[in-house]
């Protein structure tokens, strides 16, 4: 199991230097319990890392970095051609303030 993921920011080319892509990795996120079987996905959410970061020190000493994950929906069933299980992006909360949009 893989215990590291990456979000990097686009580069851009710098002259001879060709630009670099974006690069989020997704994940598996735990976000209730897990069943005593290994190998089902019950619990499990898939998330796209957006952004790793480290608290400023005024918010006093934290050791490990933090990350911002966009969650996709739960797995759905699983399609019959294929038979993988489905997600798609979640869609942001929205608020009598903010419209359609996140704030």
């Known amino acids: 199991m893989c215990r590291r993921v990456r979000a990097t920011p686009e580069k851009l080319a710098s002259g001879r230097k060709p630009g670099i892509p974006a690069r989020f990795d997704m994940a598996l996120i ?18 796209q890392v957006r952004a790793i970061f480290t608290l400023p020190r005024q918010f006093g000493e934290y050791p490990r ?26 869609n942001p909360p929205t608020s009598p303030q903010c419209g359609s949009h996140s704030c």
Do not use: I, K
């Open 65 to 90: 970095a933090l990350a911002y994950v966009e969650l996709f929906t739960p797995f759905r069933a699983r399609d019959p051609s294929s038979r993988m299980r489905q997600v798609s992006r979640s």
């Open 30 to 47: 735990s976000v209730g319990p897990r069943t005593s079987h290994l190998r089902t996905l019950d619990g499990l959410r898939v998330g």
